[in-house]
């Protein structure tokens, strides 16, 4: 019997991820990754089995059950295994469903947090989620349900929707029916954490016409007092992830880096 650690891989570029994550990838015998985790991490494990196990909405994706039996059967087999997940694992990531496959098998488990993309997105465009008298809550939904049914509803000063890019004009509407101001500010932010994230700002009634620059990507939209601009932080900034990689030297690469 081996183990199983679940690491949050952040939501985009490599050096994301937390330096246990790395350090406790460095050893895997085999990784089960997401399809939204950066190729880039390949360079921490380079002897590791690495195995993609990926989910995208409205796109071929490896079943859950599958998954599942995929980490009991290679955590039998092996001495560490680790789930290598996009974001952090406990937000959206499925973790229910794997920790209980994992404890149904017997396995020992360790669980790694990461940056998920609700922060990625905040930091990206320097809109903190809380704000001192106006935003004292942050509601994480999912724009989808299980059922395919749209969700929406006002439970928070700061609402952040995940997966909601296909979803954009209804999603103004159901947030309207919610309660919700038309004038309120919308930050919409497509692949965070990465290089080439794109952002733009809305309010509800115009958020539809962010359809067509974030297609196909995927997507966070946070709605209320953490959607809008801070005035301080109104000039040109280069992105923490650009910051970041240009502090690698090319002869250097992620793993060392990433060392203490």
């Known amino acids: 019997m081996g183990k199983v650690a679940f690491i949050g891989a952040g939501p985009g570029a490599a050096d994301l991820i937390t330096l246990r994550g790395a350090r406790l990838l460095a050893r895997a015998d085999v ?8 190729p880039a991490l390949r360079e921490l494990a380079p002897r590791a089995q690495w195995i993609h196990v990926g989910k995208r909405g409205f796109c071929d994706s490896t079943g859950q059950a599958a998954i599942n039996a995929l980490i009991v059967r290679h955590g039998r087999e092996h001495g560490l295994v ?5 974001g952090d694992p406990s937000v959206f990531g499925r973790l229910e469903e794997e920790l209980q496959a994992c404890a149904e098998a017997g396995l020992e488990v360790e669980v790694v947090p990461g940056v998920t993309a609700a922060l990625a997105a905040a930091a990206d465009t320097l809109r903190p ?10 509601s994480l939904t999912t724009a989808m349900t299980r059922t395919g049914d749209l969700h929406a509803s006002r439970s928070a000063d700061t609402e952040v929707f995940y997966m ?7 999603l103004s509407r159901r947030l309207r029916e919610a ?15 990465w290089p080439d994230q794109l952002h733009s700002d809305h309010t509800l009634d115009t958020l ?4 067509l620059l974030h297609a196909g990507r995927p997507t966070v939209v946070v709605v209320g007092a953490g959607a809008r601009a801070v005035d301080a ?6 992105s923490a992830s650009a910051a970041c990689r240009e502090g690698i030297a090319p002869d250097q690469g992620l793993g060392q880096t990433l060392k203490p």
């Open 82 to 86: 680790v789930r290598l997940k996009g």
């Open 31 to 38: 990784v089960l990754h997401d399809a939204l985790t950066d």
């Open 233 to 238: 932080a109104r000039a040109p900034v280069a």
């Open 179 to 193: 309660g919700w101001d038309p004038a309120t500010p919308v930050s919409v932010v497509s692949r965070a954490g």
């Open 164 to 170: 909601a890019g296909k979803q954009l004009g209804p």
């Open 129 to 138: 989620l809380t704000r001192r008298g106006s935003g004292r809550s942050v």
């Open 208 to 211: 539809a016409q962010a359809s």
